[in-house]
């Protein structure tokens, strides 16, 4: 074939020469043929090369990819016999051909063909090929050739600068022992990649310093291959410590292609030799290691990734030569006890692919082999897992496990897979938090890419014929995921277990052909998929087989030509006497088709847009109670679901002609919500923890599935024509599916339905709220908590419409629930309806604060924090401060809490009590440790302590309102005790803290925007705590007054602070002056230096310049006179810069226009 291929190029060459003038001078050729010719040509001679040196190559040793550089045969047989095959060749009587083809392979190469990367590329690929599998006479051909080969490290294909780098290493190191020139060569060769690599890439092209990285890997690997024990000799150290230097430098590199060349360079270098001291047999090492591999286990969604992972946990449990069985036991107890069970999608993908690598590499170790049965159960339970290539990657596994058991274990896993399809028994999941437990839309539906419905299909294909076996012959079959298409999926040789499955089942191919045929057209289309990669693999001759079998088609057809499995024209062309034995069913079919085409017609009709509105309304008149009440509740499934679907189509298209049938229509569907709810959330309410599902799951996904029922959408469609007429017929039926219907889904829809009636139709829905209300209140009580919620929900939109005194009613009857009750789940639906009502009727709500707020107050003391949380969130969301909200219903809250005290439950006794107990427990210490100062007197200190301890410990907590009140006590015990107490050096830390502020309430974000008053209150109360509990201690004035009196200085300024902080900042400034100890009686010092107290009259100069507020004007003049009365006398006086101060503060007050400023 090669010669010839090598004679028509010449002839054809000669041609072209002659018609030289009539081609276009855009198309490339070479050797007489288009480029693009001419490399099939190249690939059609490489597979001619296989074929003849091994028969029996699989298929997938053919495939060429131009994406893959070296295209290698995985087969090691294959391989072998290639190598024998070159060596025949290169014998005299036929190493003509031989070269013939390396000439036609470099002609792929030459000069003329650089326009045509691909054709490099392939010719590349195969001239590595030929010499790494062929005899070392023929890379010696090539030693004085590379000087040709060098040029193709600069080539901007980066297949064929991979590839000729390949070769490079090979030829340039073959035979160097012996022959000192040779090595000279070798020296210079690496020397010069070396310079290249050095040069900055502006001088040298990217492309250039890629394959010189890449073929000094390739060099330097081939030598340390070839030469193991003296390739130091043969090239210095230092050269080589050089090269390897320069490649690791690229791994710095922020461009990817330097990045991967390094990579790759290192491991060609690293496939023989080690860069470091390998840990060999060490336990610390190994762990280290593989606890690294479970951390990508969540982080890399490679799946290549994951395959070179696997590999490497088999190196590492099944070892080379001895294997660790206790490292294998140990990597299979993480993965079935710690890696499964999390749920996580990314982590059951690699589970998946590390499991495959580990039964098909180290299938012939015996931990392996005694799991194969628990092995088998993670793969069947990751068969129905939501990612397609999961379930593949698990029926692969499947498979292999199944061809590895002995006869015993076959058996085993055919009775565990036969029972986990037919029966449901499969390995329990364990469900957490992040664990998906239903696809969206998946209720009332069969869930697209469903892999259990797929494996479920195969098993009846396999249990039909009454051997269930097959069914792991038939997985192999159905697979068609492009990932064992490539180098990584084919390294795992499926298509072996392929070809020997489909051996193994042209036996039953009488039996699976009418099945087969049936299964290619099901609805789903991963059941479809699979099956017709099962037909395509095993009948060769589909028109043929069809024909042959057609009557047991037909029969298995029409068994399940209810279930819309048919999709295809069998029937055209055949005789009546084909026909005949199955016209009764295709009868009965075609009325079923008729059907919906009535259908199609009547909705056509009832659309004014289509008949005018008498000739509409009296069809909808006609078909509208008929489906209602015949269609509906009839007992037949098929019947209930065509009239549904029937009744919800003329929802849609009929608009206005609906009116007179709303009422009816709309209770029929609610109730129908329930009727019609699949079966199969009826058994899951009685089997929830046979699942691993909670009832809350179980009810939220309920929810879920009514609100996205098309029933909901028909329901939402009709309430557009609602009008005032239609709603007071329907008062009645909807009041009454409130209070007594059937089902969670009716209930839900009835909440839904109120939610939307609020929002669309309010006018409409206004007069009949008050009723509504008077229902709720009842339903309120439901047992499920989902409805419970869902009308709490709907109360908070109907209470917009309701009036005020039913508003109150419905206080006093959640009131009595929440204080009446001990049951938590009910006692918590009232916060919770109050907060909805809070956030969608809030002006109403407001107009009855009276009522409600002092159960919110009360409600914030529950004993139950979730409970607490909702009433707090009630306070805050309607009070800017427990203080004043307190004072305002403070006669409410004591003739509640009164009664409440009286109750024979000691829980609702001991939450009034709290509710009182904190700030009066606070305010009565402080009060009566004044009250009783004369006793303090006279004893130790060791009580006052105590109490400042408990003072200041309760000033520190986190509730700002509560902290205010905690604050202002605190200053006012440490004041009355100063002499006897000094707490100030304990709190003047946090106290500070609180007063300068950590966050300007001006730039507060959104979400704290109402706690800003609150937020000044703090503040304001922690600078007047500052002045009462300062310290009279000499010692302490003298360490703290600069900084105190600094910051009081400072916060004087009309643009720090507002008005009510900065009184606070005044009456602060006041007590610190008057406690001041300025008598030098021991020169000593001063205690407050000059600077301070000029900052002071510079803060006291602004507050008297404040031309807003009289308060502060008059607060600083307080300040002032005592500043005046403090240093009067003293050595502070007689300084000329404090006079100076003083005078020009003075004058500031005498000028104000104000006389009790300026008298």
Not at 1005 to 1024: G, H, I, Q
Not at 1101 to 1119: H, P, V
Not at 1121 to 1129: R, S, T
Request: hydrophobic letters at 40%; charged letters at 25%.
């Amino acid at each position: 074939m090669v010669n010839i291929i090598y004679e028509k190029s010449i002839y054809r060459n000669k041609l072209l020469i002659n018609n030289q003038a009539n081609l276009s001078g855009r198309t490339l050729y070479v050797k007489g043929y288009r480029s693009e010719v001419y490399t099939n040509i190249l690939k059609f001679l490489r597979q001619l090369m296989i074929i003849n040196a091994d028969p029996n190559a699989m298929v997938d040793e053919f495939l060429f990819d131009e994406f893959d550089s070296e295209n290698k045969i995985f087969e090691s047989k294959t391989r072998k016999k290639m190598d024998i095959e070159e060596d025949n060749q290169l014998t005299r009587e036929r190493e003509g051909v031989c070269h013939v083809y390396l000439g036609l392979l470099e002609k792929g190469l030459s000069n003329e063909s650089l326009i045509d990367t691909n054709l490099q590329s392939t010719a590349s690929s195969c001239l590595l090929e030929l010499i790494s599998l062929g005899p070392s006479s023929l890379s010696r051909s090539y030693e004085n050739r590379i000087s040709w080969i060098k040029p193709f490290m600069s080539v901007t294909k980066l297949e064929v600068r991979n590839c000729m780098a390949h070769v490079l290493g090979i030829v340039s190191t073959s035979e160097l022992e012996n022959y000192s020139e040779r090595c000279k060569n070798v020296q210079e060769l690496i020397k010069e990649f070396i310079d290249i690599a050095k040069v900055e890439s502006r001088q040298v092209s990217i492309d250039y310093h890629h394959g010189s990285i890449i073929a000094l890997g390739y060099i330097i690997s081939r030598l340390i291959f070839r030469y193991p024990t003296n390739y130091d000799k043969l090239v210095p150290d230092n050269i080589l410590a050089e090269a390897i230097k320069i490649i690791i430098k690229d791994l710095d590199s922020t461009k990817n292609l330097y990045l991967n060349g390094s990579a790759k360079a290192l491991g060609e270098i690293g496939r023989y030799t080690t860069s470091s001291h390998i840990s060999m047999g060490d336990l610390k090492y190994t762990e280290k290691v593989l606890s690294l591999f479970y951390e990508f286990s969540s982080s890399l969604k490679q799946v290549d990734v994951h395959f070179t992972i696997g590999e490497a946990i088999t190196f590492i449990t099944g070892g080379w030569k001895k294997i660790n069985s206790n490292v294998m036991e140990g990597v299979l107890n993480k993965i079935f006890t710690e890696l499964l069970p999390s749920g996580k999608a990314p982590i059951k993908k690699a589970v998946c692919i590390w499991m495959l690598c580990l039964v098909k590499f180290c299938y012939n170790v015996d931990i392996i082999k005694v799991s194969l049965p628990k092995i088998h159960g993670v793969f069947s339970l990751l068969l129905a897992d939501r990612d397609e290539f999961v379930q593949d990657v698990a029926s692969k596994g499947i498979g292999l496990v199944y061809e590895l058991g002995d006869q015993g274990v076959k058996e085993q896993l055919v009775n565990s897979l036969v029972e986990m399809f037919s029966e449901g028994k499969r390995p329990k999941e364990t469900i957490d938090r992040d664990t998906q437990l239903f696809d969206s839309n998946s209720l009332g539906q069969t869930p697209d890419g469903s892999a259990i419905t797929t494996y479920q299909s195969i098993l009846s294909l396999a249990s039909d014929m009454n051997q269930p076996e097959l069914v792991y012959k038939f997985m192999q079959l159905a697979s068609h995921n492009a990932m064992w298409q490539t180098r990584k999926g084919a390294a795992f040789g499926f298509s072996h277990i392929i070809v020997q499955a489909e051996n193994e089942l042209k036996p039953y191919l009488k039996d699976l052909i009418p099945r087969l045929y049936r299964y290619q057209f099901d609805p789903n289309p991963k059941v479809s998929e699979a099956m017709t990669s099962i037909w395509k693999a095993l009948i060769k001759d589909p028109k043929k087989a069809t024909e042959e079998y057609f009557n047991v088609i037909v029969k298995d057809l029409l068994v399940g030509i209810g279930d819309r499995l048919w999709r295809t024209h069998l029937l055209q062309g055949r005789s009546i006497q084909e026909l005949e034995p199955h016209l009764q069913i295709l009868w009965n079919n075609s009325a079923s088709k008729t059907c919906r085409t009535l259908t199609k017609v009547t909705v056509k009709y009832c659309d004014p847009e289509n008949v005018s509105v008498n000739d509409g309304r009296k069809i909808i008149n006609i078909i509208v109670p008929f489906l209602l009440t015949k269609g509906l509740v009839s007992d037949a499934e098929d019947v209930r679901k065509f009239s549904l679907r029937a009744i919800l189509k003329i929802c849609k298209s009929a608009k206005e002609l609906l009116k007179s049938h709303i009422s009816e229509m709309i209770g029929t569907l609610l109730e129908g919500l329930s009727s019609m709810e699949p079966q199969v959330m009826n058994y899951l309410s009685f089997h929830v923890e046979k699942y691993n599902v909670t009832q809350e799951q179980y009810e939220n996904t309920r929810l879920s599935a009514t609100k996205m029922s098309p029933i909901m959408e028909g329901i939402e469609s009709c309430i557009d024509n609602i009008d005032e007429n239609v709603m007071k017929e329907f008062e009645p039926k909807l009041l009454q599916l409130i209070r007594k219907g059937i089902g969670l889904p009716t209930k839900a829809g009835c909440a839904r339905l109120l939610v939307t009636l609020s929002q669309r139709k309010a006018p409409i829905l206004r007069p009949f709220a008050d009723n509504i209300m008077k229902a709720l209140s009842g339903a309120l009580l439901d047992p499920s908590p989902a409805i419970r919620k869902s009308y709490a929900v709907a109360i908070g939109y109907v209470a917009h419409l309701s009036t005020d005194n039913t508003l109150i009613k419905f206080m006093s009857h959640l009131k009595k629930v929440y204080c009446d009750n001990s049951e938590q789940e009910i006692r918590s639906i009232t916060g919770i309806t109050v907060l909805e009502i809070s956030r969608h009727a809030s002006d109403e709500l407001k107009r009855i604060y009276v009522e409600i707020m002092p159960l919110v107050y009360y409600g914030m003391h529950d004993p139950e924090i979730n409970i607490k949380n909702v009433w707090t969130e009630v306070w805050d969301e309607n009070t800017s401060g427990s203080t004043g909200a307190i004072k305002l219903y403070l006669n409410e809250l004591i003739e509640l809490l009164s009664k409440l005290l009286e109750s024979p439950s000691w829980t609702t006794k001991r939450q009034a009590a709290l509710t009182i107990a904190d700030e009066a427990l606070i305010e009565a210490l402080t009060s009566s440790s004044i009250f009783c100062k004369e006793y303090f007197e006279s004893n130790e200190y060791l009580q006052l302590d105590e109490i400042s301890k408990v003072l200041i410990r309760e000033t520190k907590k986190t509730n700002k309102q509560y902290k205010r009140h905690c604050m202002d006590n605190l200053g006012l015990f440490a004041d009355a005790f100063s002499d006897k107490l000094d707490i100030y050096e304990q709190v003047k830390d946090f106290l500070i803290e609180l007063a300068i502020g950590s966050q300007d309430p001006n730039e507060m974000d959104e979400d704290d925007a109402n706690d800003r008053p609150l937020f000044l209150l703090v503040k304001a109360s922690a600078m007047k705590c500052l002045g009462l509990v300062w310290s009279k201690n000499r010692n302490v004035q003298k360490q703290h007054s600069k900084e105190l009196g600094t910051i009081l200085a400072s916060s004087l300024g009309s643009g720090k602070n507002v008005w009510n902080v900065r009184l606070g900042v005044l009456s602060s400034l006041e007590k610190f002056v008057e406690k001041l100890d300025l008598n030098n009686n021991n020169n000593d010092g001063l205690v407050i230096d000059e600077e301070t107290i000029i900052n002071i009259f510079e803060g006291l100069k602004e507050g008297l310049l404040d031309a807003k507020y009289l308060a502060i004007r008059t607060a600083s003049l307080q300040s002032l006179k005592k500043v005046i009365e403090k240093i009067k006398g003293t050595q502070l006086n007689s300084l000329p810069t404090v006079q100076q101060q003083l005078l020009k503060t003075i004058s500031i007050a005498e000028n104000d226009p104000i006389p009790i400023i300026s008298k």
